[in-house]
């Protein structure tokens, strides 16, 4: 017995010792707060590249956004298009050749020279060659030639006038600019050491912990943050509890749950802005009954969105019923909150001749609370006798039933810049099978008629009424809702506005701790 | 050694079959990689067919192993469809996290496990017993992702004893190791269990043999017939266990590097299969197989050395 006690006695001094060598490692080290103007940020996954030609995520796009200048760029919160690296341009009276004139004395970042037209030149042409494999080359077939005019001028030209191609291609990842130095001698190894022109530098990343870029100290505007630390948190409540003990100064919230649980913080700011997701459905017009605009129409007005957006977003949703969002050149404003009208909706599809009800087969996107926002929507549209059968399939599976238009509805999910991209791609009848697998060509004239219209007046009037012809009069289609974007700051973070795809653009951001 | 020379070739064999079967397998997921990476710019299908070709993912499936499998003899995996960055480089990048994780993840379990087993046995039905086996088993009901945040919450938040994130800076040997030691517990937490349990089993089937009995008569000292003679004949099931629960444990690195926002091959394995990167869950997922299948060879030939009883001739 007392030997027994000896060996236990033994054990527990082990782990007592065991206990006090773990305990005896350092705390961690809390940045004192101070007038240093860093920026503790969150990114929701490690630094894959951030090469242009390969940035395919938006944890990317944040921290490369912030390290590159384009011939023009988004205006932040907005997806108009202002100077960038060139100071201003001129289009030709067709509407096809953009003359960009470039800012002198830009400047590469760490000695790489001066930003030129020949870089501009090389950055484009490396998009388009095949060897680059850039998932973007597809997005420059509207280019059919890139003329060097001087050190300081470059001249596009297009196939056809297409304005878009500013918003949607020169300000978004295949418009930024590289070098071609730094391209060819760093190789395999660009994607992770970056030479861009714009406001940060790219310091370091540490793999699985951080990406840290500093102020570029040529940089041609007045940037006041010195230094940015985006930590790597992929888990969302980590990084809710992350931002309330003070370890970050600014998160970006993405479930639910734990932007219910920050909200209740009174010492966080608490920045909720429309977000550029869209979630939307449109009918396959291929299928019967859904080519009969009154069984569309039935179910427009089954559905609830107001009840979406309160119970499955918990408020951080906006209803809509334009795909665009109020961020987009040429948005409208349809939304209704009286189209929910069920025995509108039961007397449509008694007079479509389904007063006994009828089926419908539909093919959901398995990502982006659209599961239980179907859920939601198949209860709503029993209520008048539409039996949704919902299918919820691994993505690969969504996606093929979707490109073979094997459904009858589908719920998908737009993020977009530019108001070409929105209707165009989905609704215009050239786009047949695939993206338009809605089998919907009523817009044709206005969209292409919009698409090549330079006027920007004009434009948005084209942009609108083609909006209100598939959305309004034809129903091909309809928004639920408009998921907010939520980010959570600590209140000395001022003039934040998160801008497409996440992304902060740090050059107007400054601290007042 | 005519037994580890046969081990060995088989270890070769199951390699080669191996190859193949990863090679196969990742194609036979559908999901085009072409359409992923362009499914976020509403792509239409020219855009998606040429970048099928430039990747070369439009060659017949055949011709496409005929490549992997020569540029791989070369030592050469291919390049990530994501990054454009060599296969070979972004994993010897980061295996040495998993490595450290599971290695973690492994001594916590036996450092916790063996002597948990071993008072249970001892102390049979006592309180001491009561405790372990109710431990072990929540130990083996609580998934390692819950178990994850719960240590999260209460260690880094309430108690901040550890850090939340990251894998610590790579110059500082302790630094490293108080950022694994979270991951490694949650880890290492479910192999503990399981060791206890078997533990306690082998040790208690041991206890009632008649060497034992011969011992104690012959008026050896309890330790010693406890920690010399049961200890060792013990061991056999418990060294099985262990080199069984290696896979479990490597395949828990994934979930526990997702929790902790660690690097590893665990979370390049599941972002690289949500894109269909297939050169990288063809790399990620070769690297798993050749890890576990060493280690069953390391248990095989530790067999012999663990009880000279078993001789394989």
């Not at chain 1, 005896?24 to 969150?42: D, K, M």
Request: aromatic residues 10%; proline residues 5%; contains cysteine.
């Amino acid at each position: 017995m007392r030997r027994e006690k000896k060996f236990l006695a033994l054990l527990a001094w082990t782990a007592v010792g065991l206990w006090s060598v773990l305990g005896a490692l350092p705390l961690p080290s809390h940045a004192a707060p101070s007038g240093e103007q860093v920026i503790r940020s969150r990114t929701d996954d490690d630094l894959i590249t951030l090469d242009p030609a390969h940035v395919g995520k938006p944890s990317d796009h944040m921290h490369a956004m912030n390290i590159y200048s384009g011939l023009v760029r988004l205006k932040a919160g907005s997806t108009g298009v202002e100077p960038d690296l060139a100071t201003r341009w001129e289009v030709s009276p067709d509407g096809r050749a953009y003359t960009f004139y470039l800012r002198r004395g830009a400047k590469w970042h760490k000695g790489y020279g001066e930003v030129t037209a020949k870089d501009v030149k090389y950055t484009l042409d490396r998009i388009r060659d095949p060897a680059t494999k850039s998932r973007f080359r597809g997005l420059l077939q509207p280019l059919q030639k890139i003329e060097v005019v001087d050190d300081h001028t470059i001249r596009l030209t297009l196939k056809d006038p297409y304005p878009s191609f500013l918003g949607a291609v020169l300000a978004f990842r295949p418009g930024w600019i590289v070098n071609e130095r730094a391209i060819k001698e760093k190789g395999a190894k660009y994607g992770q050491d970056p030479i861009g022109s714009g406001p940060f530098m790219f310091e370091k990343w540490v793999r699985g912990s951080e990406v840290v870029l500093v102020r570029n100290p040529n940089t041609w505007e007045k940037v006041h943050i010195q230094r940015v630390v985006n930590k790597v948190i992929r888990n969302d409540t980590v990084a809710k509890l992350a931002i309330e003990r003070g370890d970050l100064d600014v998160a970006t919230l993405l479930e639910g749950a734990s932007i219910q649980e920050v909200k209740k913080n009174q010492k966080l700011n608490i920045l909720a802005t429309p977000g550029y997701a869209t979630h939307f459905l449109h009918f396959n017009l291929r299928k019967k009954p859904f080519d009969d605009v009154r069984v569309r129409r039935a179910i427009l007005h089954a559905t609830d969105r107001e009840a979406i957006a309160k119970h499955v977003f918990f408020g951080n949703a906006t209803p809509r019923h334009n795909l665009m969002n109020p961020h987009v050149f040429g948005y409208e404003e349809l939304y209704n909150k009286a189209d929910y009208d069920p025995a509108k909706a039961r007397k449509l599809l008694a007079e479509a001749g389904f007063a006994g009800g009828l089926d419908a087969d539909v093919n959901v996107m398995p990502a982006a609370q659209w599961p239980q926002v179907a859920a939601v929507l198949q209860e709503q549209w029993r209520q008048v006798g539409i039996r949704a059968k919902i299918s919820v399939p691994e993505r690969a599976i969504y996606d093929r039933k979707w490109r073979a238009g094997q459904f009858d509805i589908l719920f998908t999910r737009i993020t977009r810049v530019d108001p070409d991209q929105y209707i165009h791609q989905y609704f215009f009848s050239k786009n047949q099978p695939f993206p338009n697998t809605s089998g919907y060509a009523g817009a044709d004239g206005l969209l292409l008629k919009g698409r090549h219209t330079v006027d920007e007046a004009k434009r948005k009037e084209l942009i609108q009424a083609a909006a209100r012809k598939i959305f309004v009069e034809d129903l091909a289609g309809f928004a639920i809702v408009n998921v907010n974007y939520v980010v959570a700051m600590q209140p000395y973070v001022k003039n934040n506005a998160p801008t497409f795809q996440d992304s902060f653009p740090w050059r107007q951001v400054w601290l007042e701790k | 050694m005519r037994y580890a020379i046969q081990r060995f070739w088989a270890t070769l064999l199951t390699l080669a079959a191996a190859f193949v079967i990863v090679f196969f397998i990742v194609h036979l997921v559908p999901g085009d990689p072409a359409a992923i990476m362009l499914s976020d710019l509403g792509a239409d299908r020219k855009a998606v067919e040429d970048l099928r070709r430039d990747l070369g993912l439009d060659q017949p499936l055949p011709k496409q192993f005929l490549r992997y499998l020569g540029r791989a003899a070369a030592g050469d995996l291919g390049l990530s469809y994501r990054s454009q960055r060599p296969v070979v480089s972004e994993i010897a990048g980061i295996y040495h996290y998993t490595l450290y994780l599971a290695a973690g993840g492994m001594v916590f379990a036996v450092l916790i496990g063996l002597p948990a087993g071993f008072l249970s046995a001892a102390y049979r039905n006592s309180w001491v017993d009561r405790a372990c086996m109710v431990g072990a088993l929540s130990g083996i009901s609580m998934p390692v992702f819950w178990l994850g945040i719960l240590l999260i919450i209460v260690l880094s938040f309430q108690l901040r004893l550890f850090p939340t994130i990251g894998v610590g800076d790579p110059s500082r040997p302790l630094d490293v190791l108080w950022h694994l030691a979270l991951p490694a517990l949650s880890l290492g937490l479910r192999g503990a269990a399981l060791i206890a349990r078997v533990t306690r089993s082998s040790f208690l089937e041991i206890l009632g043999q008649d060497y034992i009995r011969t011992g104690r008569m012959k008026g050896l000292s309890e330790a010693a017939v406890k920690g010399r003679h049961a200890f060792r004949n013990a061991l056999l099931p418990i060294v099985t266990v262990i080199g069984l629960d290696l896979g479990q444990l490597l395949g828990g690195t994934t979930v526990t590097e997702i929790v902790f926002s660690r690097p590893g091959m665990g979370t390049l394995l599941i972002e690289s299969v949500l894109a269909r990167d297939y050169p990288m869950v063809q790399g990620t997922m070769l690297v798993y197989l050749l890890v576990i299948i060493l280690v069953n060879l390391v248990v095989d030939l530790a067999y012999g050395l663990v009880d000279p009883r078993i001789r394989y001739e």
